[in-house]
């Protein structure tokens, strides 16, 4: 399967390279959809150049990088449009690795399950054969770098990718059972932008199914290994936060990053839910929502956590589209990531409701945006409402899309445990319902 | 070829001589004290030929207008005079016109003594010359016609002085537009192609103060003796650019920015084709380029007046890039003076460029630049540029605190050395931002303000100034403090901006809460009933009558049905 992957590669690469010389490059990296206040390479380029004025980047507000970005793109920003070429491919790669590890996994408990005649009867044709989950790691990469959100960040030169490539990093490292690595990688995911701390719980869970250890709160093996686990954690985390404060000399970064972060106090319009909402608040409720908001991206962890604690996949995969959605400051690259574990869970598309009106919602959305952007900063025939109105939408049908596969993928483990076919008290075909 | 050969010089001696004719054309240019400026236009034909002669009709017409020619013979006319006129020429701003005419229409004609009905004559007359002008003299009739008997004496040659046989009418009403101009530029003999007449374009002859045109024909002598006569067509133009509308307020004038045209070449049909510009008053008043050695005087009303001369038959007047281009330029120029304005469309991203002019021949001197934007403009100190006369001017000492939003403002001041005599720029881009909503002005479709740049220098002064403190000075000359003898401190101010920033709809904070929460309760809502919901097999409820029934049953505490 290497062949494939490598001629993935060498296509994506190209269409990358046939943008970034092209007068697109430019129009792209203004796109508001694409570049946030937080990720924008013109704020890269910004605090670079403050950094050689003599000034701190992080006394004025337009810089809010980590200073691990400076630090990094202070050698190679010559070859920026390299390393973010680079960071794409590393993502793909790594996800098409984790998911070939996670389909030899799954075909594993499969074929116990199977031989312990854990599966009725009739839901034979649940299973997944080889053949089926054979294109899936390569699907994965593709679905992440031909995706044209992924595109459209990459020629924006957003730093989103270098956050998705971490995070795709972390897990691999994960699946591949590595503790330390995936705890070093999520200490840094978490250190460029907060959200992915959710991210903890599902590599709790994966390692603790890994090693055999029972999920039982009363169980010292379960509070041994998460403890050695959070240590990890938050030792990488403190010691990568050190290292920031010995690069400039001072604290500055955390309100800069971590404040800016929490506070939204940049309105900039994105595709996101916050920015409008904040900017029409009335004043003394500011502070209630914006504690409501943020709490709203970190409070599904332990809920999903206990209700799919036997499938810590596919809780990553949930983890990353709730922050996806629901963050401060979203892109598209963000929306592209999740986007790429899709066919990882093509096996669900019997039991999906609504797939065709989301995919029509989030197509005729992205071709909408640039529209009504368009009609309100520069014609001035339209206001902000008509934005704002498409950004409601496609967050609902980003939202539609993350429950109805949830649905399917709840559904099915349903009837792999009570049979595909299922009958009433009076025999005749029932319907499923939740109740 | 032989047989043809006594045709030809029998039709030679048919004809008679061909008359002599000859064009001249100029243009007089007067650049007026209000900041205005006058320029007047002249074709003349002259032609040896006589229209009244009994018996001989004028049949070969060269660069006399046949039209015209025709009329003269028609109805006997000894004098023509026609001007169209729009707008009214201010005397007391402008001084005196070359050639006065009153606003609307104005004709007057002397008929030749062997007329014997001038009125009918006069009616036939009108009708003829509003077909050829398009315009509606024939509302000129008996109501509106004088005989004036002192005022209008015959201006060519003429001994009759029998008033019967001049008639006057006005008609103060008529309008003058392109339809006017055009066959009124079709009787020049190089028509609007060639010459002078290339810079009567009618959207910017009528865009003016005042526009004269006019056609005058008179018998003339030809020489001392008034031996042989002449027939004179002269057709003029007069008009007037206003400061303001056409000017854009600078007192600038160059032949492109009057007529949006340069000259490209002499009508090939004159003898002579000339531009004066009147220098009378300079060089106080303005300064001329390009430069020419020539130099006419002339006593125009009462006033002996200079001119400079440009002879357009001579090809070195048009340069090498074959195209002549007069410019007038105020001679008051400040030393140092700075401009400031917004570039770039849309209300996303701009520009705000700075320019500063070092009006100074030859010295160059160094200029502190402070600028302090708002938090909402986010400046992009990475694309600020400073160029001067095209080239990268980098300043040598650049102090720059970025905003906090909400806390303080931009803050960037720079020393940039300026070149002698020449302009400077410095452009650096910006990023609009969304403001919250009780952040606005009451009026936010206005715009914000941005307030002007300080620029502060020494500029080296022309007279040694004393440093000592003088008591008896006068208080304008006091207020700064002299501390050299060469320069003295100067500060400019730029224009403030007026930026527009993208704005939030007002009428919608409760809305928009709304909304917003509703999406976030769809989100909560679906995975609330995933994760606390388990699937189950439908059965449907039991009918009503059952259910009371296994109520009855159930307070009896017997079985219940199925």
Do not use: E, M, V, W
């Given at each position: 399967m290497a062949a494939p992957l490598t001629l993935l590669l060498i296509v994506a690469v190209t269409i990358r390279a046939v943008l970034f010389r092209s007068s697109w490059a430019e129009l792209i990296s203004e796109r508001v959809e694409v570049v946030s206040p937080l990720n924008a390479w013109k704020r890269v380029v910004e605090g670079l150049a403050l950094l050689d004025l003599g000034v701190s980047p992080y006394s004025g507000d337009v810089f809010h990088e980590t200073p691990f970005m400076i630090y990094l793109f202070h050698f190679v920003v010559d070859y920026a449009e390299i390393v973010f070429m680079i960071a794409d491919g590393i993502t793909a790669v790594a996800l098409y690795l984790s998911i070939q590890t996670y389909n030899k996994n799954v075909f594993r408990k499969q074929k116990y399950a199977l031989e312990s005649d854990r599966y009725p009867a009739d839901c034979l044709e649940l299973l997944r054969s080889p053949k089926e989950m054979f294109y899936i790691p390569l699907k994965v990469a593709m679905f992440y770098l031909l995706n044209p959100f992924t595109i459209l960040s990459c020629v924006a030169k957003s730093t989103c990718g270098l956050n998705n490539a971490i995070i795709a990093l972390f897990i691999l490292c994960t699946l591949k059972g590595s503790a330390l690595l995936s705890g070093i990688l999520l200490a840094l995911a978490t250190y460029q932008s907060i959200y992915p701390l959710t991210l903890f719980a599902p590599a709790l869970l994966f390692f603790l199914q890994r090693l055999y250890i029972p999920v039982n709160l009363r169980r010292s093996s379960f509070w041994f290994f998460t403890l050695q686990y959070a240590f990890i954690y938050v030792g990488s985390l403190v010691v990568i936060t050190g290292l920031s404060f010995f690069l400039l000399g001072s604290w500055d970064f955390i309100p800069s990053v971590y404040g800016f972060i929490f506070s939204v106090p940049d309105l900039t319009p994105?595709?996101?839910?916050?920015w409008y909402f904040f900017a029409e608040m009335f004043e003394h409720f500011r502070l209630f929502f914006i504690c409501v908001f943020q709490i709203n991206v970190f409070f599904y962890t332990i809920p999903l956590s206990i209700k799919l604690k036997e499938h810590p996949v596919f809780l990553i995969f949930m983890q990353i589209a709730i922050i996806s959605i629901f963050k401060s400051y979203p892109t598209v690259g963000d929306v592209a990531l999740y986007m790429a574990f899709l066919p990882a869970w093509s096996h669900l598309y019997r039991f999906l409701r609504n797939i065709f009106l989301v995919s029509c919602v989030l197509l005729a959305c992205s071709a909408l945006f640039p529209v009504l952007w368009h009609l309100w900063i520069y014609a001035g025939s339209a206001n902000s409402n008509f934005y704002y109105a498409i950004t409601l939408l496609f967050n609902f049908g980003q939202i539609l899309l993350v429950s109805d596969y949830f649905y399917a993928y709840l559904r099915r483990e349903h009837h792999l445990t009570h049979g595909l076919y299922l009958k009433k008290k009076d025999g005749t075909e029932a319907t499923l319902v939740l109740k | 070829l032989d047989s043809r050969l006594p045709l030809v010089i029998f039709l030679h001696a048919l004809t008679p001589a061909a008359a002599r004719d000859e064009f001249q054309e100029e243009l007089v240019i007067r650049p007026l004290h209000s900041g205005d400026i006058y320029a007047s236009f002249q074709f003349r034909t002259l032609w040896d030929t006589d229209f009244l002669q009994e018996g001989q009709k004028v049949s070969h017409y060269r660069l006399f207008p046949k039209s015209l020619g025709q009329v003269l013979s028609k109805f006997s006319v000894r004098e023509l005079h026609i001007s169209f006129s729009q707008g009214f020429w201010r005397t007391m701003q402008w001084g005196q016109p070359f050639i006065p005419s009153p606003p609307g229409a104005e004709l007057w004609v002397w008929f030749h003594d062997t007329v014997s009905d001038v009125d009918g004559n006069w009616k036939e007359l009108t009708n003829v010359l509003s077909g050829i002008f398009c315009a509606s003299l024939n509302f000129i009739d008996l109501t509106n016609t004088v005989q004036p008997?002192?005022?209008?004496?015959?201006?060519?040659?003429?001994?009759?002085?029998?008033?019967?046989f001049l008639r006057y009418a006005t008609l103060p009403r008529e309008i003058v537009c392109t339809e006017n101009l055009t066959p009124w530029k079709k009787l020049l003999p190089c028509g609007s192609k060639a010459g002078l007449a290339v810079l009567m374009k009618s959207e910017k002859l009528f865009h003016s103060s005042f526009h004269s045109q006019a056609v005058h024909i008179r018998p003339i002598c030809q020489d001392e003796q008034c031996s042989s006569k002449a027939w004179e067509l002269r057709q003029t133009l007069n008009v007037v650019f206003d400061l303001h509308t056409s000017g854009q307020g600078k007192k600038e004038w160059s032949l492109f920015k009057m007529f949006s045209r340069t000259l490209t070449e002499a009508c090939p049909l004159a003898s002579s084709s000339k531009v004066y510009v009147d220098i009378t008053d300079n060089p106080e008043l303005f300064e001329l380029s390009p430069a020419t050695p020539l130099l006419g005087q002339a006593v125009v009303l009462g006033d002996r007046r200079t001119y400079s001369v440009y002879d357009l038959s001579r090809a070195e007047t048009f340069g090498q890039l074959r195209s002549f281009n007069l410019l007038l330029r105020d001679m008051l120029r400040p030393l140092l003076h700075a401009e400031r304005y917004v570039a770039g469309f849309g209300l996303q991203t701009g520009e705000i460029h700075t320019v500063i002019y070092n009006n100074h021949p030859y010295r160059a001197f160094p200029v502190l630049l402070m600028d302090s934007v708002p938090w909402?403009?986010?400046?992009?100190?990475?694309?600020l540029t400073v160029t001067s006369k095209s080239r990268d001017n980098k300043p040598s000492y650049i102090h720059y605190q970025p905003a906090k939003d909400r806390h303080r403002p931009h803050l960037l001041e720079m020393l940039i050395q300026l070149p002698p005599h020449s302009m400077t720029e410095v452009t650096v881009q910006f990023e609009r931002a969304l403001l919250k909503w009780t952040e606005y002005t009451p009026d936010p479709n206005h715009g914000f303000y941005v307030g002007s740049s300080v620029v502060s220098a020494l500029v080296p002064s022309m007279v040694a100034m004393r440093t000592n403190f003088t008591q008896d000075q006068p208080l304008f000359s006091s207020f700064v403090p002299v501390k050299e003898e060469s320069s003295y401190f100067v500060r400019v101010y730029t224009e403030p901006l007026l930026v527009n920033l993208p704005t939030p709809d007002f009428s919608m904070p409760y809305n928009v809460i709304c909304l917003t929460c509703t999406v976030v309760a769809v989100g909560y809502g679906s995975f609330y009933n995933l994760l606390t919901r388990t699937f189950q097999v439908d059965e449907p409820s039991p009918p009503l009558s059952k259910r009371l029934a296994n109520l009855i049953r159930r307070i009896r505490g017997v079985p219940l049905l199925t």
């Open positions: 994105n595709i996101g839910l916050f | 008997s002192a005022s209008f004496k015959p201006l060519g040659l003429g001994n009759a002085t029998d008033h019967r909402y403009l986010q400046l992009y100190i990475h694309t």
